[in-house]
């Protein structure tokens, strides 16, 4: 997406509420998001999960991004599914209202990226 010719990456961007009623990103549509965000992102076979594993040595940093994952959710009104244990968390991402990813879920992701970076 372009504005006045500058790049608007989807970091610099908000999600928006989503109460269903619009079609699920394509497969397409889906993988050229993907190269906005860390290679460490992957998508699911049908293209409708979004999904990172970060990894730790303890349990206190994976706290840590639990909670960070939880405040972004927050701010952005977006809501990944998060499991954390010692030294990981998984992140998984989809838009239930619409059963696949909306634009919103990479734009959480690049956010993600943008704040671990």
Known sequence: MTTTGQTCNLS???CVPC???I???TADEANAHMGELSSEWTLNAGSTELSRHFAFKGFAKATYLANLCAWLADQQ???PDISF???YVDVRLTTHEIGGLNENDFIWAAKLDQLTG
Request: aromatic content about 6%; cysteine-free; hydrophobic content about 20%.
């Open 77 to 79: 009104g977006h809501h």
């Open 12 to 14: 610099d961007r908000t």
């Open 23 to 25: 079609p699920a990103l």
């Open 19 to 21: 109460s269903g009623g």
């Open 85 to 87: 244990g010692w030294g």
